[in-house]
């Protein structure tokens, strides 16, 4: 039955049906390319509405059809939408193509990121990671895909805090592109600017947890110089005392005032 009706809105579609559905997706990319969301989604949804008439609801290029609709829908916002074309594209592809295969993982890095863009870190992790493994069966562990999916895994890591794990991953993209890619290339760069990146954000967080420790601890609203170095080397252990020195007036008593120490840790976040 589901044959009788494909050959059926074959023919009305016309016999040029497939040509019709493939033009209507390169307008559909131009649109988007320049700008036009809303025609660029119509040209899209033309797409998709032919191939399911003419190919059935579970053929690959419905997938490919999706995948192209949620691309778009995720640039006007509707992440619900462009999630939900997505996992329609990644259902269809593992009944096409199995589990391990890479139209699957491009699927689940899809979802990744539109997951992270609706703030559920949990499962663009696990989306993220399963992209991962399956390109790592595929690919094998020395490839830029790989790499680049380590560093957005790092970024998702280091988003939910996870700041030891985020850096293992950071530190193998950075080997991967090493290897492939040489260490002067702008990939390379990238890999090991995010995970210095990573590194001051670390000490940052560290150095204001110790601040909040201690204004609740002493009330005076000023703290030792030996402290005020101890947090300060957090954040650049490079510091001597010296330096550290002239980040703030010293009273005679050899204490500093907690909000000067404030303003040393914020004045590089404010200047980025």
Do not use: W
């Amino acid at each position: 039955m589901k044959q009788l009706d494909c050959k059926i809105n074959k023919i009305a579609f016309g016999p040029e049906y497939e040509e019709v559905a493939k033009k209507c997706s390169a307008m559909g990319f131009v649109l988007q390319e320049r700008g036009n969301l809303d025609s660029s989604e119509k040209m899209f949804r033309h797409a998709l509405l032919i191939c399911e008439r003419t190919l059935g609801l579970e053929h690959r290029c419905v997938a490919y059809s999706c995948d192209n609709l949620g691309s778009v829908l995720l640039d006007t916002g509707d992440l619900d939408g462009a999630e939900a074309m997505h996992r329609r594209s990644l259902k269809i592809k593992e009944k096409e193509h199995g589990l391990e295969h890479l139209d699957v993982a491009s699927s689940c890095q899809h979802l990744s990121n539109i997951l992270m863009a609706k703030h559920d870190l949990d499962g663009a992790e696990m989306m993220q990671l399963r992209a991962l493994m399956t390109m790592q069966k595929v690919l094998g562990p020395l490839h830029p895909q790989i790499a680049i999916s380590c560093g957005k895994l790092g970024g998702i890591l280091q988003d939910k805090g996870k700041f030891h794990r985020a850096k293992r991953f950071f530190q193998c993209s950075i080997r991967i592109n090493e290897k492939i890619l040489g260490p002067t290339h702008p990939e390379t760069i990238k890999a090991q600017q995010k995970l210095q990146q990573m590194s001051e954000a670390t000490n940052q967080e560290t150095a204001i947890r110790l601040i909040i420790e201690q204004l609740d601890t002493d009330r005076t609203g000023r703290i030792s110089m030996t402290k005020f170095t101890d947090i300060i080397k957090t954040m650049d252990p490079s510091l001597d005392s010296s330096m550290i020195g002239s980040l703030t007036g010293i009273s005679t008593d050899g204490t500093a005032n907690i909000t000067d120490l404030v303003y040393c840790i914020f004045d590089p976040l404010i200047e980025q």
